[in-house]
């Protein structure tokens, strides 16, 4: 009988190194992508061109260290699937296992509820805190939630995160507070009409909440700076009224 390739033990030997060679290739391709490969895909929630990542190479290793264990949950949370990550958190925790770090961080410093707020999916937002993830992120954040709801203008989600702890006048990366947020939108944000009325309503809310307007950016900027440079005609007539008005109130505390 002459020998097929399943039945010779060297071929048999070949094959099996061959198929760990080329599972080894694939992993080290993904992971590749990962980390090299440009994301647009909710990630970039320090769009705009005038700020500029700085963090450490340790910082990053880590990080993405966190985001490679914790790779199927931040996946299923960007592809806005409610019913994986449910399921995902569900089978870690009716098996005992802690597989999953809600609160884990992505190279940038994104974390699992960042992207769920930036997709504006409260219900998502909602499951990830009940599973254990923060509205306000431990000290040494990159990012904040609240900031992005706020780039997104979504209401509903800004009060849902100021209700579970989020701290409304937080700097993340770059000296940004989720007001400013709110005075710069995410670019989807540019070709729709009300822009600058959504704008005006997140900025309304943050400061009924106490924002605090004057805080400056790494670029010593402020909110109504922001304003003005993004064209957002009534945020720009809001928050100077509120400047006006707590000007004159603290010139007649004065007085007083």
């Given amino acids: 009988m002459i020998p097929t390739f399943s039945s010779s033990p060297v071929a048999k030997r070949q094959g099996s190194i061959l198929l760990s060679l080329l599972l ?16 647009n895909n909710g990630s970039d929630i320090a769009f705009a061109p005038q700020y500029k990542q700085a963090s450490s190479i340790n910082a990053n290793a880590q990080a993405f260290s966190s985001y490679k264990l914790n790779l199927p949950l931040f996946e299923a949370v960007k592809s806005n699937n409610i019913q994986l990550v449910q399921s995902l958190l569900q089978h870690t925790e009716q098996n005992n296992q802690k597989n999953y770090n809600v609160n884990a961080e ?7 509820i960042i992207e769920a707020s930036l997709l504006g999916n409260i219900e998502m937002v ?26 997104t203008a979504n209401l509903p989600l800004i009060r849902l995160l100021v209700d579970r702890g989020a701290d409304v006048n937080a700097q993340s990366e770059g000296g ?12 989807q944000f540019d070709a729709l009409p009300d822009r600058g009325e959504l704008s005006f309503q997140a900025c ?10 004057h805080v ?12 003005v440079n993004r064209g957002y005609e009534k945020s720009v007539d809001l928050l100077k009224k509120w400047w006006n008005e707590r000007r004159y109130a603290r010139i007649g505390a004065v007085r007083s």
């Fill in 126 to 151: 909602e499951l990830l805190l009940a599973h254990g993830a923060t509205a306000q992120p431990a000290p040494g954040f990159r990012h904040t939630p609240l900031r992005a709801a706020c780039l």
């Fill in 106 to 112: 992505d190279a940038q410093g994104i974390t699992p």
């Fill in 176 to 187: 940004r507070t989720p007001l400013m947020g709110a005075c710069y939108l995410r670019p």
């Fill in 204 to 213: 309304q809310l943050m400061l009924q909440l106490g924002a605090n307007p």
């Fill in 216 to 227: 400056t950016n790494s670029f010593d900027e402020s909110a109504l700076d922001l304003c």
């Fill in 24 to 39: 080894f290739a694939a992993v080290f391709l993904l992971i590749q992508l990962h980390t090299t490969s440009p994301k």
